[in-house]
């Protein structure tokens, strides 16, 4: 990989190699997009917002020993992460009732869930990323079982994290996608990002959402609901 090549743009960041052959260089983007891209809008701030965010929750990860692709955070809206080869797999858990899950089974939203319920969807965007189970994995040969096995555990120690995290901050995690990746030598570990992008944040008290879901929704302005986020989240870890 040559450095500064782009390699990827996605519809929230870009990422381009460094002159480190492990080393990648994410750029978050100041873009809204809801429907698979299907809509989409200019947000001023919000790349450097999730940029902080992620950087702040995957540094806490770190520190409490849930390994994770991040290195380091270069700039306002950039960060430099470890190159894997990643899964194509959204790993979704649910712990209230929310969003698709609602609409498919009829669920009224916000109902606690009995256990924390985890879904996989198939990354792939000519498909629309549809849910898919664990023999579709296996078949698809998008992850072994032991790797699958691997991944339920790690998604649950990450939901129980996130749940502790966000509690210190008055906020309700109702639920979240995250992706992983591979090294070559066969480890997974959570990449991607965590943000209000990929999390549904419910103010504890007010059940206010803190989360994209007011763009989807058209609930109000984004911006300042993202910057509540880290703001809360800096008051509580301190970093900057
Ligand atoms: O839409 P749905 O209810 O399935 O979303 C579940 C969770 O996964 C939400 O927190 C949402 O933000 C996140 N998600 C995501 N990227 C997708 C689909 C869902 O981050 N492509």
Request: glycine share 6%; proline share 2%.
């Amino acid at each position: 990989l040559g450095s500064n090549t782009l390699l990827y743009e996605g519809k929230a960041k870009k990422l381009y190699g460094t002159k480190d052959s492990g080393v990648l260089r994410v750029e978050y983007l100041d873009q809204a997009t809801a429907l698979n891209g299907v809509r989409k809008d200019f947000v001023d701030g919000k790349g450097s917002l999730n940029n902080q965010i992620t950087s702040l929750v995957f540094e806490q990860f770190n520190q409490s020993g849930i390994k994770n692709h991040f290195v380091e955070k270069i700039s306002k809206h950039e960060q430099l992460v470890e190159s894997l080869e990643m899964i194509p797999l959204e790993v979704v858990i649910r712990n209230v009732s929310a969003g698709s899950f609602s609409k498919r089974l009829a669920i009224t939203e916000g109902l606690p869930l009995a256990f924390p319920v985890l879904e996989f969807y198939y990354k792939e965007d000519q498909l629309d990323d549809p849910i898919i189970n664990e023999d579709h994995i296996k078949i698809l040969e998008i992850a072994t079982e032991q790797e699958i096995e691997t991944i339920k555990q790690e998604a649950h120690k990450i939901n129980q994290a996130l749940i502790d995290l966000f509690k210190k901050i008055d906020i309700q995690l109702i639920d979240f996608k995250i992706e992983f990746g591979k090294r070559a030598d066969g480890t997974i570990l959570l990449a991607d990002e965590i943000t209000p992008d990929t999390c549904r944040l419910w103010d504890e008290e007010t059940k206010d959402h803190l989360d994209k879901d007011v763009y989807r929704r058209n609930l109000g302005e984004l911006i300042p609901v993202y910057q509540e986020v880290l703001d809360r989240l800096e008051k509580v870890f301190n970093q900057n």
